[in-house]
């Protein structure tokens, strides 16, 4: 019995020595890139960029923890609700809409997903004919007067906002990430 369990050890020994410290530093290392891809929005080092939020603007501040103070991309400030009332959580594409007549700015389209388009048409309800923020990344970048829907039938909004095109590219870039990240397939988590 002493023999036979001597005889394991060695064998698995000279097997662990036969095969080298090299095969083992390739799986770990390869695992390690895997893990670390911060490019993977279901990662756990993915972070968000170019994250929309849509905030209501407010005109008197008084409500303490809710509202807040945010610096816009000019310096200026302005005070909004710190609760987004529309957000990258469900915006699930988006494309760039070139403004006709100026080339510098340009407006967003996007493609929402159920809660998305409901919460659209609470937002374009309530917020008929009042400014609400466009937050990028915690950044105020402009005002603008939400639409309702034309067709109900479309998951595709229009957000008339007038942002620059590198801003604009990049929101376009990361929605999906941002949406995957935020929307996780539930078989990556066994």
Same mark, same amino acid.
């Given at each position: 019995?002493?023999?036979?369990?001597?005889?394991?050890?060695?064998?698995?020994?000279?097997?662990?020595?036969?095969?080298?410290?090299?095969?083992?530093?390739?799986?770990?290392?390869?695992?390690?890139?895997e893990g670390s891809?911060?490019?993977?929005?279901?990662?756990?080092d993915y972070r968000?960029?170019?994250?929309?939020?849509?905030?209501?603007?407010?005109?008197?501040?008084?409500?303490?923890?809710?509202? $807040?103070?945010?610096?816009? !991309?000019?310096?200026?400030?302005?005070?909004?609700?710190?609760?987004? !009332?529309?957000?990258?959580?469900? !915006?699930?594409?988006? $494309?760039?809409?070139? $403004?006709?007549?100026?080339?510098?700015?340009?407006?967003?389209?996007?493609k929402t997903d159920?809660?998305?388009?409901?919460?659209?048409?609470?937002?374009?309800?309530?917020?008929?004919?009042?400014?609400?923020?466009?937050?990028?990344?915690?950044?105020?970048?402009?005002?603008?007067?939400?639409?309702?829907?034309?067709?109900?039938?479309?998951?595709?909004? @229009?957000?008339?906002?007038?942002?620059?095109?590198? @801003?604009?590219?990049? !929101?376009?870039?990361?929605?999906?990430?941002?949406?995957?990240?935020?929307?996780?397939? @539930?078989?990556?988590?066994?």
């Amino acid at each position: 019995m002493v023999r036979r369990f001597l005889g394991l050890v060695l064998v698995g020994v000279s097997v662990f020595c036969l095969t080298g410290c090299e095969t083992f530093n390739e799986a770990l290392k390869q695992a390690l890139e895997e893990g670390s891809n911060s490019e993977n929005p279901n990662s756990e080092d993915y972070r968000p960029k170019f994250v929309v939020s849509i905030n209501s603007v407010v005109e008197y501040p008084r409500a303490g923890d809710l509202e $807040r103070e945010i610096e816009g !991309i000019d310096g200026k400030s302005v005070w909004i609700n710190s609760v987004p !009332i529309f957000s990258s959580m469900n !915006i699930s594409d988006a $494309r760039v809409v070139a $403004r006709p007549g100026n080339p510098d700015l340009c407006d967003l389209q996007f493609k929402t997903d159920r809660a998305g388009k409901l919460k659209w048409q609470v937002v374009s309800g309530n917020h008929r004919g009042d400014a609400v923020a466009f937050v990028v990344d915690g950044v105020y970048f402009g005002s603008f007067m939400p639409e309702s829907l034309d067709d109900d039938n479309s998951d595709w909004i @229009t957000v008339r906002v007038g942002i620059d095109s590198v @801003t604009a590219n990049g !929101i376009a870039k990361y929605a999906k990430k941002n949406y995957t990240h935020y929307h996780p397939n @539930t078989a990556s988590w066994f």
